[in-house]
């Protein structure tokens, strides 16, 4: 294991991406009032950030990869803290973990490396996990979460030169658990690096994605589906900064809403710095609202400091079940269950055909049928 | 034994307005045995699809009074998808988009609906492009989602298609002939005739123009003006309409 001097690139501040530290105290504990903390429900966490201060350590399992790229990272050792710099304080408790876990990818893994994190009950735990791809390796890693917990877990990723990666992160917690942390990659010179995130329990999901690049030319696609029930709150806070030439970002975040006060935040952010010529961005928000008392945020974001770009756009959308698509499945002689069934599922196909796993498709596609199934016929 | 038919008896139906219900259709008797064309024709705005989605049992309408009875089962009160499953189809004029719902799913998704068992898979399968083929679509369309992006024409093709594989007792095709050109018009009326050669199914046909009548030939001709028919005859009557227009009954009701 090497160790290094770590020197985060200088962090780009704004309203919308604080500057990042590893002293927790440098992070003033969230009010609420703050741009980045204002849809998040503070008041359900309040003794949150107190009780983190005993928190214990979250075990990571490996269920599935070789064991010998599976390993512990001190704080400091490279390439811990290299590319993940807290951008708010639970991302600060967590990278302040004594060790973090650490999965090397080196040469090409045709099988999806899996972890699993379980929670067994409400106490506060942490956990920073590193995953580092090495140049020219390509690996699918699948992270679950499951079980029932308050957990603020980081994952801090290197995308070597010519690599090819995709991080699945699926939130199935059980109803009560909270979950904070940052994920944050850093895409080196050619890389291919995708992100997705899948959120469906759990009462409180925040989630801060980002991304930024070692080298030009490299390609970032950022795509998250959520299905909020009743009384849920899930947040989905994405950076992408485009500090290098002929970078490529594609955010694409899909989400359906059911029930009283279920609540959907997605902000996406991308910065086009002054050296970023050349570079493409798109980000996308989708949402479907299935009932009345939901909340959607949805906030796009560009700040562009060039204009030398091939391309940049962004938008957000929010619909409602339409009554002429249900009338004319109905027509068809097909219930209303199944009709809404038809429309939901619709709605998330075209997102689930760019993931291309079926494990994540039938995941979300039986939670679908859990949530649709508590409709009544009509 | 009860009677066969679709038989509508002094149908009433409102929409709701800013201003309170307002009446639509006001008092509608029309009987469709099995094995029978009826052409309904009327002007714009004499309630002629309004009688199409209230016998489909749209929530935009309310029937305030009468009764619809498809071989004896009452219709009224039933949901959209039950009345379907009874034996009614409506071909829109508008079909709607269903993004990201293909259109083999949804055939087979309607057609295990209807008939209360999912069809046999292979069978099936030929079934579909055997009809899309007939409709001079492609194997290729089936995977399309539902209306989306499709022209005109290849809307009207699909409902049409929906008529072929789902083969209800009755069928309402509510101005399927609107936007298609002489090419499509001939294909679709191909389509309905073969729904109808067997002689044991009952159509209604809502159009503005005697066009189509030249390929689908109606038994029975209702003149509808303001809610209700005003004139009823065969084919011949359709024929007087393209040269008198419907100026005289508009005028007497007045």
Known sequence: MTT?????????????????????????????????????????????????????????????????????????????????????????????????????????????????????????????????????????????????????????????????????????????????????????????????????????????????????????????????????????????????????????????????????????????????VGIETYEANKNLVLTDGCRVHAVPNLEIETGEILGAGHSASTGRFDDEQLFYLKSRGITETEARHLVVRGFFSAILARIGLDDVAATLMSRIDKELAFDKEN | MESRGLEIEDLHVSVETETGPKPILKGVDLVVRPGEVHAIMGPNGSGKSTLAYSLAGHPKYTITSGSVRLDGQELVGLSVDARARAGLFLAMQYPVEVQGVSVANFLRTAKTAIDGQAPPLRGWVKKV???????????????????????????????????????????????????????????????????????????????????????IKPDFVHVFVDGHVVAEGDSTLAESLEETGYEKWVKAVE
Not at chain 1, 65 to 75: E, H, I, Q, R
Not at chain 1, 103 to 109: E, F, K, M, Q, T
Not at chain 1, 189 to 204: C, F, K, M, P
């Open chain 1, 4 to 276: 290094a001097h770590v020197t985060p690139q200088d962090t780009a501040v704004s309203h919308l991406h604080p500057r990042g530290s590893f002293v927790i105290e440098d992070h003033r504990l969230p009010t609420g009032k703050e741009e980045v903390w204002r849809f998040t429900p503070i008041g359900q966490m309040e003794d949150f950030f107190d009780q983190m201060l005993e928190r214990a350590s979250m075990p990571i399992t490996l269920e599935a990869g070789p064991d010998k790229a599976w390993s512990w990272l001190k704080p400091g050792a490279f390439p811990r803290g290299s590319v993940l710099v807290p951008v708010d304080r639970p991302a600060a408790i967590a990278a302040s973990e004594d060790q973090a876990r650490h999965v090397v990818i080196d040469g090409a893994h045709a099988d999806p490396i899996r972890l699993s994190i379980h929670g067994d009950g409400l106490d506060p735990s942490a956990a920073h996990l590193v995953i580092e791809a090495k140049p020219a390796s390509s690996a699918t890693v699948v992270l679950t979460h499951t079980g029932l917990a308050r957990f603020i877990g980081n994952v801090e990723i290197r995308v070597g030169q010519a690599a090819s990666l995709t991080v699945v992160t699926i939130q199935d917690w059980d109803r009560g658990s909270v979950h904070l942390g940052q994920h944050e990659a850093l895409v080196d010179e050619g890389a291919t690096y995708r992100h997705i995130a899948v959120s469906l329990g759990g009462d409180l999901v925040r989630l801060q994605n980002n991304v930024s690049y070692a080298g030009s030319g490299g390609d970032a696609e950022l795509l998250g589906v959520y299905f909020a029930d009743a009384g849920q709150h899930l947040e989905h806070r994405l950076f992408i900064d485009h500090n290098h030439p002929k970078g490529v970002s594609h955010v694409d975040y899909r989400g359906a809403l059911q029930g009283e006060r279920a609540e959907s935040v997605w902000v996406g952010d991308v910065l086009i710095r002054p050296a970023a």
């Open chain 2, 129 to 215: 492009n055997a009809s899309l083929a007939q409709m001079q679509l492609d194997d290729e369309f089936a995977s399309r989602s539902v209306n989306e992006g499709f022209s005109g024409g290849e809307k009207k093709r699909n409902e049409i298609v929906q008529l072929d594989l789902l083969n209800p007792k009755y069928a309402v095709l509510d101005e399927t002939d609107s936007g298609l050109d002489i090419d499509a018009l001939r294909v679709v009326s191909e389509g309905v005739n073969r729904y109808t050669a067997p002689g044991d199914r009952g159509l209604l046909l809502i159009t503005h123009y005697t066009r189509i009548l030249r390929y």
